[in-house]
């Protein structure tokens, strides 16, 4: 299984972003899909999660009401619609995925496959 996040890209504080996850997967319907960051000196954590239907969605804290992650299995992608954007959002960003179960959901251990990651720069 491959990933690969694009999208990113220096935007202004306010400003909007749409990160891309492409798959390789044959049936991506059986995955749990995941988005993380890591911003510089700091170590890699969980911005929202999406079940593998689409039905359920989790987001930590400090994106909820700003950010959006959705899939769409026939093709084989999901999306981080990120807005609001401010420089705290400075960060890698990574999709991963995996046979999660949901309790489980914001722990990287429970993602079997991981993209190389986009970087997302917001200046202020």
């Known amino acids: 299984v491959q990933l690969q996040a694009y999208g990113g890209g220096l935007v202004q504080a306010g400003g909007s972003l749409r990160l891309s996850c492409a798959t390789s997967?044959?049936?991506?319907?059986?995955?749990?899909m995941g988005w993380f960051r890591q911003a510089p000196g700091k170590e890699r954590e969980f911005v929202a999660s999406?079940?593998?239907?689409?039905?359920?969605?989790y987001y930590s804290d400090f994106v909820k009401g700003r950010f959006t992650m959705s899939r769409d299995n026939a093709k084989n992608m999901v999306y981080l619609q990120m807005n609001s954007l401010n420089p705290e959002d400075t960060a890698v960003y990574y999709c991963?995925?995996?046979?999660?179960?949901?309790?489980?959901?914001?722990?990287?251990?429970?993602?079997?496959?991981w993209g190389q990651g986009t970087q997302v720069t917001v200046s202020s």
């Open positions: 991963a995925a995996g046979k999660v179960i949901q309790s489980q959901r914001t722990y990287q251990s429970a993602y079997d496959y």
């Open positions: 997967v044959r049936t991506l319907s059986r995955y749990g």
């Open positions: 999406i079940s593998m239907s689409g039905g359920n969605l």
